[in-house]
């Protein structure tokens, strides 16, 4: 079973910027799906970023412009490069891999991403 392993959150100010990381014990080539979420304390999670195994991506209004989520098959890692970080970006971050047959989703254990003002 593949396991992800996010990194890289910690606390920044405001504007800064940080990168993060979700390597995957296995291959990426089976997840045609990968995605950025994101649980603020009291809030549901909500998707921030994805890219499928085509490339396509797909941003949350609130971090248009500002985030970048890419994906390097070969070292089976997603990463969001999230700039201009703003408090209301703090929350825990999770990384998530969908596989399509079976449909199965993976979850990382979450990363902390704490933005000061």
């Known amino acids: 079973q593949v396991q992800l392993v996010e990194s890289g959150g910690g606390l920044v100010q405001a504007g800064g910027a940080l990168r993060l990381s979700c390597v995957a014990s296995?291959?990426?080539?089976?997840?045609?799906?990968m995605g950025w979420y994101r649980q603020a304390p009291g809030n549901q999670r909500e998707l921030v970023a994805s890219i499928t195994s085509g490339g396509s991506t797909n941003y949350a209004d609130s971090v248009k412009g500002r985030f970048t989520i890419s994906r390097d098959n070969f070292k089976n890692t997603v990463y969001l490069q999230m700039n201009g970080l703003k408090p209301e970006d703090t929350a825990v971050y999770y990384c998530?891999?969908?596989?399509?047959?079976?449909?199965?989703?993976?979850w990382g254990q979450g990363t902390q991403v704490t933005v000061s003002s």
């Open positions: 998530k891999g969908q596989t399509p047959w079976p449909l199965s989703d993976y």
């Open positions: 296995g291959s990426i080539f089976s997840f045609n799906f």
